[in-house]
């Protein structure tokens, strides 16, 4: 099961054409369309299964044809994928012509996150970070990092303790859920010992964005020093 969720942005003309276009791309999938305000307690009341996947999309995104079956198709594809938290795609930000390929933690002469302009492969490689709109993720996986990451269940609902960051910065939020598995891939924390939790993108599908800051540079500080290391040994770019 797929579950897709677009993020509400109170434009009702804009979420039905959306609503449109991904119903094209998923009816022949075993699949579901959902339109949230919140993209993080609807992932968190999700039934969880072993072959569960869901994918967070914003109100006026695109997607290539082709592109829910040929990301599920790679989970599946041979027995290593098994491995894989997330698959992303290229981004294309308002043209299909102007992508970028994830992120990678900056250096010494650019602080931050400096999305990834060159294409490194033709097949699906891994990534520092992927832009995790329009990323399949394996749901099981991504409700127990949210736990990681601070979800409490309180008196009157569910809420993830995080900054406004999350919301109002997809950068941000692709960041801290990126690095957020490749840690417990690292076997740190409540994953002691596992070998998943990847991070993966396939450069033939796109997903398209109308937010422009999205090929910008992160200006923020990633925290990522204790990946440094395991980046270089497997040459994650």
Not at 107 to 121: H, L
Not at 123 to 129: E, K, S
Request: charge should be neutral; charged fraction near 20%; hydrophobic fraction near 35%.
């Amino acid at each position: 099961m797929l579950s897709v969720l677009i993020k509400d942005n109170h434009e009702p003309n804009v979420i039905k054409l959306t609503y449109e276009n991904l119903w094209k791309e998923l009816k022949d999938l075993e699949s579901e369309l959902i339109v949230t305000d919140d993209w993080i307690s609807t992932v968190m009341g999700l039934e969880a299964g072993h072959e569960n996947f869901v994918c967070l999309v914003e109100a006026d995104c695109l997607v290539s044809s082709g592109y829910f079956s040929s990301q599920i198709g790679l989970f599946k594809k041979n027995p290593f994928n098994r491995k894989l938290a997330v698959m992303s795609s290229s981004t294309a930000v308002n043209d299909s012509s102007n992508r970028i390929y994830g992120y990678s933690i900056g250096s010494n002469y650019s602080d931050g996150v400096i999305p990834n302009r060159d294409k490194i492969s033709n097949v699906p490689y891994a990534v520092q970070i992927g832009y995790m709109p329009g990323s399949v993720i394996r749901l099981r996986n991504l409700q127990s990092l949210f736990v990681d990451l601070g979800w409490r269940k309180l008196e009157r609902g569910k809420v993830l303790k995080v900054g406004e960051t999350w919301k109002s910065d997809l950068v941000y939020f692709s960041t801290q859920i990126s690095l957020g598995f490749w840690r417990r891939g690292m076997g740190s924390g409540r994953s002691a010992g596992s070998s998943g939790n990847r991070v993966h993108l396939n450069p033939n599908a796109t997903y398209v964005t109308t937010e422009d800051y999205v090929n910008d540079l992160g200006k923020f500080d990633p925290e990522a020093g204790d990946l440094v290391n395991m980046f270089a040994k497997e040459v994650i770019l």
